[in-house]
C-alpha cells in the first residue's frame, strides 16, 4: 500500500512537470513567433527607399481607403499586406518618439502614435478551438535627425513601438517591446 501511495506521488509530480512544461514551451514559442514577426516588418522597413517610401506620401491605390499617408507599405504574410501609418518628423522639428519603452497601460494616442492594429495573426493553419493567434499593434515614428556638428546630412532615426498578445490558457498575456534603428541616405 505503502509503495502505491509513493508510486501515485511520483506519477503526480510528472504530470504536474508536465503540464508546467508545456505552457513554459508554448510561451517561448509564442514569443519567438511576435519578435519574429515584429523583426520581419523591421527588415522591410530597412529596405524601403529612403526618399520616396520612408515614409510614403503618396496615395496607394491599393491603400484601404481609410488609411492616409503617411505611411509605410509592409507585408505581413503571403496573403496580407498593411499600410503601417507614421507619425514623421521633418527636420529641424524635434524627434517626437519615445526614448523608453511605454508602459503597457499607454495607449497610442497618449503617446502620440498612430494606432496600427494589424488584426489576429494566426500562427497555423490549424483552425477551431486549437488554434493559436497572435494580436499585433504597431506604432511608428520616422524622425530626421541631421547632424551638422556631425557632418551627418540624411539620417532617419525609426522607432518601432509594438504590442502583441496571446491566450494562455485563460489568461491574455501581453508583451511590449520598443526597437530603434537608423536609416541613412546610402543610395546616393
Do not use: C
Not at 4 to 18: S, Y
Not at 92 to 107: I, L, M, W
Not at 110 to 134: D, E
Amino acid at each position: 500500500m505503502v509503495s502505491i501511495t509513493l508510486m501515485a506521488t511520483v506519477m503526480v509530480g510528472f504530470i504536474g512537470t508536465f503540464v508546467q512544461s508545456r505552457r513554459v514551451t508554448e510561451s517561448s514559442v509564442l514569443h519567438a513567433a511576435g519578435t519574429s514577426l515584429i523583426y520581419g516588418i523591421i527588415e522591410q522597413i530597412k529596405q524601403l527607399d529612403y526618399a520616396t517610401l520612408l515614409p510614403n506620401y503618396e496615395v496607394d491605390p491599393f491603400a484601404p481607403v481609410a488609411t492616409t499617408p503617411p505611411y509605410l507599405r509592409v507585408r505581413i504574410n503571403q496573403n496580407t499586406v498593411a499600410w503601417i501609418k507614421v507619425v514623421h518628423t521633418a527636420a529641424p522639428g524635434a524627434a517626437k518618439a519615445p526614448t523608453t519603452t511605454p508602459a503597457a497601460s499607454v495607449t497610442a494616442a497618449s503617446a502620440g502614435a498612430v494606432q496600427n492594429f494589424l488584426g489576429s495573426l494566426p500562427l497555423s493553419t490549424v483552425t477551431g478551438t486549437a488554434s493559436q493567434q497572435i494580436n499585433m499593434d504597431v506604432w511608428v515614428w520616422i524622425d530626421e535627425i541631421p547632424s551638422v556638428t556631425d557632418d551627418v546630412s540624411e539620417v532617419k532615426k525609426v522607432t518601432v513601438v509594438y504590442t502583441y498578445s496571446y491566450v494562455d490558457g485563460s489568461v491574455t498575456r501581453t508583451v511590449r517591446n520598443r526597437e530603434v534603428f537608423l536609416r541613412s541616405r546610402f543610395d546616393q
